[in-house]
């Protein structure tokens, strides 16, 4: 028994060896085999390999985009702060990967003031929608990033764009335009509006009646800002015979075109006498929704008053300047978007997403329809449905022939000096000639703070 033992443990090992050949032998076959019968397998599966990288290399979808998150502050009235939210909502809704927090301030001084201290710090929100004065008050600081690839400023309204810049450098995007006046006018009265201002004058000649307060037309010469328009009339230097300089902010008030336009003036008050001087704005307002005064020249923004009033009314430019060839224009000034210099990154991009979204015709036309604003993008009166608003369509025509509003303390000097020189003009105190001169040297005095007005008309 222990021999047949030995001899069964003897042939174990050579069993073992043999199964481990034939098994070894039978996988060898089996995948010659399968290489005979099908040898493009292993190619099919790594050209599907590299169907799947060549997708992970395309464009990420909106999808697929990572959560980026940005902040606006704003100081806008009820109505455009109401649109805003609007926009705002439906933009997070077609790109769901930004999300827009909105902050509102009581007025652009506040804003101002705590964004410039946050931007400082290295903090604050990364857009602000804010009245074109932000840009001299802001951009001095180093705390908004110039504009250079992120606006196409050849489609905006002119009067906007060189406002927007600070030293030749854009920092701000038009977003929407308000605050201009043009011609309104009695449509029960008048059929058509008179296209140059000898024509103005001899409607004036034919329904004028003084004892009943019946005019053809009113103009409110006391304020400096139904004066300017007219400078811009005559400005025969084209863009660069205006009242500013905006590259340097300086003064240009001495010129052919102020003196032309107190020549006109003294010609409707004085010579013609088709106007009175001593009426008063409310007044003037007033004549004009009684149907007493026929046509005047009036802030865009009565357009509502006007039609709650039930007045049938139109709108126009401005007529031509008397013995000129060009229409007046009225200061223009609006909102506009200004990037914190703080922001860089997904950031940015998301500002340029939404910023872009809000220029598009939808939204300028959207906002047209629910605010007391105009768009900005000079060619959108081809729209339709500017076309089909008469009043829309033709203040727009008065919106592309403005010119920028200067800033607040600029502006403020040259009312002054042009207020009190036109009363002393209408008076017969200066002649038209001296009283450009006079214009000019007491914006000069009144900007360096070295004199008031009322002082310089006791030195001369």
């Known amino acids: 028994m222990v021999g047949n033992m030995l001899k069964v443990k003897s042939r174990a090992p050579v069993r073992l060896m043999i199964m481990s050949i034939a098994l070894s032998l039978f ?12 040898p493009q397998v292993e190619g099919d599966v790594g050209k599907a390999e590299e169907e799947v990288v060549e997708e992970g290399d395309g464009e990420i979808t909106a999808s697929e985009k990572l959560p980026t998150q940005i902040t606006l502050w704003d100081c806008l009235d009820p109505k ?5 939210i609007e926009s705002v909502d439906n933009f997070i809704v077609e790109n769901d990967h930004i999300d827009i927090e909105t902050r509102h301030f009581r007025n652009q001084e506040e804003l101002e003031d705590q964004f410039e201290a946050a931007s400082l710090a290295g903090a604050g929100p990364e857009l602000l929608l804010l009245d074109f004065d932000g840009v001299q008050r802001l951009v001095p ?7 250079v690839d992120e606006a196409d400023y050849s489609l905006f309204l002119e009067g906007l764009v060189e406002i927007s810049e600070y030293n030749n450098r854009n920092y701000i995007i038009p977003f929407r335009s308000f ?4 011609l309104f ?10 296209m140059d201002f000898e024509e103005v004058i001899e409607y004036c000649k034919e329904v ?9 037309f009113l103009l409110n010469a006391s304020e400096p800002d139904w004066i300017i328009p007219f ?7 084209g863009y660069a015979d205006w009242i500013v300089d905006y590259s340097s902010n300086s003064l240009n008030l001495d010129t052919k075109a102020t003196e032309k336009t107190m020549e006109f003036l003294t010609y409707i008050y004085n010579e013609e006498k088709i106007l009175p001087y001593d009426i008063e704005y409310e007044e003037i307002n007033e004549l004009f929704k009684s149907g007493d005064a026929h046509m005047i020249i009036n802030n865009i923004r009565s357009i509502k008053e006007y039609q709650e009033a039930g007045l049938n009314f139109g709108v126009s430019k401005i007529p031509r300047a008397w013995k000129g060839n060009k229409y007046p224009t009225p200061l223009i000034s609006g909102l506009g978007f200004m990037i914190n210099v703080n922001c860089y990154g997904s950031e940015l991009e998301a500002v340029n997403e939404f910023i872009q979204y809000m220029l598009t015709e939808e939204v300028q036309i959207g906002w047209t329809s629910n605010t007391d604003t105009f768009p900005v993008l000079k060619n959108i009166d081809r729209d339709e449905v500017i076309r089909n608003d008469d009043i829309v369509y033709n203040a727009f025509q008065q919106a592309r022939v403005c010119r920028g509003k200067p800033h607040e303390e600029l502006i403020r000097v040259i009312r002054d000096a042009i207020r009190d020189n036109v009363k002393n003009v209408i008076s017969g105190d200066i002649l038209p000639a001296e009283a450009a001169l006079k214009i000019q040297e007491d914006a000069l005095r009144l900007l360096s703070g070295t004199i008031p007005v009322e002082e310089a008309d006791e030195t001369e």
């Open 27 to 38: 996988f060898l076959l089996n995948n010659t085999s399968c290489n005979l019968i099908n």
């Open 208 to 216: 004028n009646n003084f004892r009943e307060w019946t005019y053809g």
């Open 141 to 147: 600081g180093n705390v908004i990033k110039e504009i």
């Open 185 to 194: 006018y009695n449509k029960d009265l008048i059929d058509k509006p008179p």
């Open 179 to 182: 605050d201009f006046l043009a």
């Open 231 to 237: 400078i811009g009339g005559y400005a025969e230097g």
């Open 80 to 84: 455009e702060r109401f649109a805003l």
